[in-house]
């Protein structure tokens, strides 16, 4: 079982700077595989990127995705109001799918 | 527009079953490995099962292996989790997810086991 390992557990930012979470896996994963949501209380999980790097429909420019092996990151640029959430890593490249315990970014 | 849509959720007593259903729209149900993934409130993700396209090949994370059963029904375009020997722990929303393709989730449906 690949293992997702998240961090920080909780970042605390303030409106218009800069977001970096980092995901490390504990075997490498093909970057074909790892996507990254956003979830707000009371909803279903949000797909922000795929692919490592790819945008998912109807999300800004100022979320990226980067990364290779074992190693990738999701960058939030000008936290915006709305972005305060929190954030999971997640592999579709081997069974059983798992996905990292989460980062809180939370308003400073 | 795709839509998953989950349903069935509820109360039930420890030993008990419940079997939760996800309706599918907007793409070609049979041909896609369709997934449940649980959450309970507050914590994180977890993978529970799988099933492939035909409805032939299931897996099962092993908390749950030999209590839920996977299967899916292609005529109706619907997904189903078949839960028994219901426990505490089992407590969760469930999500319906495709993960073939573009990736798309439900909205949950809650499973609440208590006495």
């Known amino acids: 079982e690949i293992v997702l390992t998240q961090s920080p557990g909780t970042l605390s930012l303030s409106p218009g700077e800069r977001a970096t979470l980092s995901c490390r896996a504990s075997q490498s994963i093909s970057s074909r595989y790892l996507v990254w949501y956003q979830q707000k209380p009371g909803l279903a999980p949000r797909l922000l990127i795929y692919?490592?790097?790819s945008r998912a429909t109807g999300i800004p420019d100022r979320f990226s995705g980067s990364g290779s092996g074992t190693d990738f990151t999701l960058s939030i640029n000008r936290l915006e109001p709305e972005d305060f959430a929190v954030y999971y890593c997640q592999q579709h490249d081997s069974s059983p799918l798992t996905f990292g315990g989460g980062t809180t970014v939370e308003i400073k | 527009e795709v839509q998953l849509v989950e349903s069935g959720g509820g109360l039930v007593q420890p030993g008990g079953s419940l079997r939760v259903s996800c309706a599918a729209s907007g793409f070609t149900f049979s041909t896609h490995w369709m997934h449940w993934v649980r959450q309970v409130p507050g914590k994180g993700l977890v993978w529970v099962s799988r099933?492939?396209?035909?409805?032939?090949?299931?897996s099962y994370a092993d908390s749950v292996k030999g209590r839920f059963t996977i299967s899916r029904d292609n005529a109706k375009n619907t997904l189903y989790l078949q839960m028994s020997s219901l426990r505490a722990e089992d407590t969760a929303i469930y999500y319906c997810?495709?993960?073939?393709?573009?990736?798309?989730w439900g909205q949950g449906t809650l499973v609440t086991v208590s006495s």
């Open positions: 997810v495709r993960f073939s393709g573009y990736i798309e």
């Open positions: 692919r490592t790097s």
């Open positions: 099933i492939n396209g035909e409805g032939n090949i299931t």
